[in-house]
């Protein structure tokens, strides 16, 4: 199990409550292991931060970013949580929620290639 703060328990569970409209159409795609059968969690608390999806198989990070992440304070702040994560041998893939909500199959097919690719044996 990956290390994650557990004061993010609560918030993570939150923003299940409240995700955005592309968070909710990548989650009826990713949820009930319908990529290569790999589970994904969505909103997981993984060191100080919460990413949008988890697929522990893979070892795969999915953003999706809104408007306030393409600031130059979000942008820093964004490269800080990847460096972070990678450190753990994590790979992180970003989408910005235009790219979800109007090529919804471009941005599918992206992650099955990465969980193939990081899933083969």
């Known amino acids: 199990m990956l290390p994650y703060e557990p004061c993010l328990r609560l918030p993570a ?6 995700m955005s409209a592309a968070e909710q159409r990548l989650w009826c795609l990713l949820r009930g292991k319908q990529v290569l059968g790999v589970q994904v969690y ?15 198989a893979a070892r795969l990070v999915i953003e999706v970013d809104g408007s306030q992440h393409l600031t130059e304070k979000g942008l820093e702040a964004d490269a800080r949580r990847t460096a972070a994560l990678e450190a753990l ?16 199959t471009a941005v599918m097919e992206k992650i099955f290639r990465v969980v193939c690719e990081r899933v083969r044996r």
């Open 89 to 104: 041998g994590l790979m992180v893939v970003r989408f910005d929620n235009l790219q979800v909500l109007t090529e919804t």
């Open 13 to 18: 569970r939150r923003l299940r409550c409240r």
């Open 42 to 56: 969505r909103q997981k608390p993984l060191l100080g931060y919460v990413a949008d999806f988890y697929a522990p």
